[in-house]
Antibody, heavy 120, light 107 residues
Framework: EVQLLESGGGLVQPGESLRLSCAAS????????MNWVRQAPGKGLAWVSA????????YYADSVKGRFTISRDNSENTLYLQMNSLRAEDTAIYYC?????????????WGKGTTVTVSS | DIQMTQSPSSLSASVGDRVTITCRAS??????LAWYQQKPGKVPNLLIY???ILQSGVPSRFSGSGSGTDFTLTISSLQPEDVATYFC?????????FGPGTKVDLK
């Protein structure tokens, strides 16, 4: 069974950092693009970042460019999101989502999400 | 960057009604459009990709059409379990933006 399990969320103060992880199982992890998508309380879905199966190409939403870094460890079947200089508007549920192919960015499997709260 | 819009933002319909949701891209994205369903308190679920291809396991009452800038999601006969918010997504080019969503509930 294909599974994605996010971890690393929590309560942090503005300006602080957090690293999210997403453990993948049940599929050939390195063959698929991966995404981070977030959802602020009561709001819609917002795509955050993605990278290719090899990790050689990365993409970011303008709202996080320069603050967030996506990466993956294909030997550990794990996706990461390093979040620096966090702001109140980064408060959201963060979902890890699998792409359909190595360079295909619609998402056919989603994790249950991890909650990030940025507040003083 | 490509902007995605959806209309309406919400709708109420009766069981058995035909429901149509529209998604528009600010520039042409060929057929690189996906639709997702998110039920209250649940994780999003892929319904349709490549504008019109039904994801495995999705009921056939769901269908998608369109290409370029204008797309539609149709529910041919609304069922109670279809109460959800529906999102379109551009995956033609980064940023792979979502539309703002259309909330569907029962009249």
């Amino acid at each position: 069974e294909v599974q994605l399990l996010e971890s690393g969320g929590g309560l942090v103060q503005p300006g602080e950092s957090l690293r999210l992880s997403c453990a993948a199982s049940g599929f050939a992890f390195s063959s698929f693009a991966m995404n981070w998508v977030r959802q602020a309380p009561g709001k819609g879905l917002a795509w955050v970042s993605a990278l290719t199966g090899s990790g050689s190409r990365t993409y970011y939403a303008d709202s996080v460019k320069g603050r967030f870094t996506i990466s993956r460890d294909n030997s550990e079947n794990t996706l990461y999101l390093q979040m620096n200089s966090l702001r109140a508007e980064d408060t959201a549920i963060y979902y890890c989502a699998k792409g359909r192919g190595s360079g295909t960015y619609y998402m056919d499997v989603w994790g249950k999400g991890t909650t990030v709260t940025v507040s003083s | 960057d490509i902007q995605m819009t959806q209309s309406p933002s919400s709708l109420s319909a009766s069981v058995g009604d035909r429901v149509t949701i529209t998604c528009r891209a600010s520039q042409g994205i060929d057929y690189y459009l996906a639709w997702y369903q998110q039920k209250p308190g649940k994780v999003p679920n892929l319904l349709i990709y490549a504008a019109s291809i039904l994801q495995s396991g999705v009921p056939s009452r769901f269908s998608g059409s369109g290409s370029g800038t204008d797309f539609t999601l149709t529910i041919s006969s609304l069922q109670p379990e279809d109460v959800a918010t529906y999102f379109c997504q551009n995956y033609h080019s980064a940023p792979f933006t979502f539309g703002p969503g259309t909330k569907v509930d029962l009249k």
